[in-house]
């Protein structure tokens, strides 16, 4: 069976037609349309039981709370219905590959008129990275991204990159014998020299006139350094045939033309790996023996397979928070006493878990009081939670500016029309009020540590991706109750996705100056 693949937008709906259109569901590719219409009812199902795909509601416009089960396949095929991708990433299921990028690629009522496969390359780069920091590792482990599902199935996406990346970075499986020699070019093994040869005794000092040397050579004949060619071979075409080579800068690994004939049946294969995990302890040879183990218990193959791969996220936004909280240095989560300038939090009229509490543990948690006992006072553990916040020094004196910046994953549009002559403007696709009264009540949250200190301004954000036409400084949102208490109002940037992703794999920051 051919495989087809297209790109769509996070959240963009698309009409039944336009799916069998995307991903070639019709008589050309499946012989029937009957034969296309089943095999895009079974996509549909798939896609839909695990939230990626979403229903439009047939009602009210917004998002369909349906149960997907309760559908008949007409339902599903209705032309009346329509789905969104709710996710953004890579889905291989069976032989469609869907390429979902995120939402503020293109303009509000058009589609980018090519694939966005730069653009897609770098999003899943930085998916990459943000899941290994979640998980504190340096590499993919595998036993973390390669796990078993509850079905008992193995995330065979996960197991061939791990595989793959690991060659890249360190080469083929090496089994290495030690070979013994008499007078060789290895290293003098002088245990077993003194223990075996007769020295010749001159000036009361002994000389060796035969010694034992001993050096490792690579054993090219060795089952599991010919197991570990070919599978990293079998892991490359497979990415290669799914076209994900250039989303994870992998090498094309051509360096096998065995087949699994050569090596037995799928448990004669893992009882010899495991033989050899007994008799490993190096940790690298050691990860990867356990992933090819995992590779013999799945499907060994991506296009085609009946389970489903997946590699991405439905929540962008906490990738989004992610970016923007380290492209700009947040403090939140570091201790009171390592940022400048130094609070001291024994002024403060709270009590705090551990000490030093970190920045963001400043903020006052509400208090629960029971009026049948009077005695019984609960304080839950969370209360606010910004989502970066930073002290910066004024250029002038010992004054300082503190940001307050909030990572929204929206794309507002700000728009007008003309109501009894008149011109009035809107927004659509804006964060909610409560978002904005979360912002003021950050503000007055810090406001009694901001006044013992010389905090001298107060700068309040909303950062959200900025598409190709927005504009990067489109205007502010207010609530004037509690402006004219002073808190000023809530700048709206719209940043780049593509500099703030450059400056997040890299690891570099961009100064705060860059909003004003």
Known sequence: MAITSAYVRENEYYSVDSLKELFCFTPATYKTQNEADKRLTRYLKELLSRNILKERSKTNNGDADVEFEKHSDDDLLSPTSSYKFDFVGIVICEDVIAYSYPKYIGEEKSLPQEAPITEMQQVMQVIEKYSREKAKQ????????????????????????????????????????????????????????????????????PYYVEL?????????????????????????????KAGLTAFYSLPCADI?????????????????????????????????????????????????????????????????????????RSQKDDTVDTITPHVDYTLINQNFDHKPPTL?????????????????????????????????????????????????????????????????????GQPGVEDVAKQYLYYLAYREVLDKYHVTEVKNYFLMPKRKSDNTIPGFVKLNMLKELGLGVIEVRMLPPNIMYDNYLNNSTLNLTELH
């Not at 590499?139 to 996406?157: E, H, Q, S």
């Not at 001993?214 to 079998?234: G, P, W």
């Not at 791969?309 to 990738?319: A, D, K, Q």
């Open 360 to 428: 963001v543990e400043l903020i006052e948690k509400p208090i629960w009081k029971n009026y049948d006992k009077s005695i019984l006072t609960a304080i839950p553990s969370s209360t606010f939670k910004p989502d970066s916040l930073r002290f910066e020094h004024k250029n002038t004196g010992k004054s300082y500016t503190f940001y307050i910046l909030d990572a929204k994953y929206y794309c507002p549009v700000w728009k007008s029309k003309i109501v009894n002559g008149q011109e009035k403007g809107y927004i659509e």
């Open 256 to 328: 096998s033309d065995e087949e699994q004939d050569n090596f037995g049946e799928d448990n004669n294969i893992i009882n010899r790996i495991e033989i050899e995990l007994t008799q490993t302890f190096d940790d690298r040879k050691r990860s990867v023996l356990r992933a090819m183990m995992l590779y013999f218990l799945s499907g060994k193959i991506l296009v085609g397979d009946t389970e489903m791969h997946v590699m991405g996220t439905r929540s962008f936004n906490l990738i989004w928070e992610e970016v923007c909280a380290k492209v700009f």
């Open 212 to 240: 034992y040397t001993r050096k490792k050579i690579s054993n090219d004949a060795s089952f599991i350094k010919r197991l570990h060619a070919y599978v990293v071979t079998q892991c490359s075409n497979e990415i290669e």
């Open 138 to 205: 340096d590499v993919r482990d595998v036993d973390l991204f390669a796990d078993i599902d509850d079905k008992g199935m193995v995330n065979t996406l996960s197991v061939m990159l791990f595989l793959l990346e690991d060659y890249a970075a360190n080469g083929e499986y090496e089994d290495n014998e030690e070979i013994l020699e008499i007078n060789g070019s290895g290293d003098i093994y002088w245990q077993k020299t003194i223990d075996e040869t007769y020295p010749i005794i001159s000036n009361n000092r």
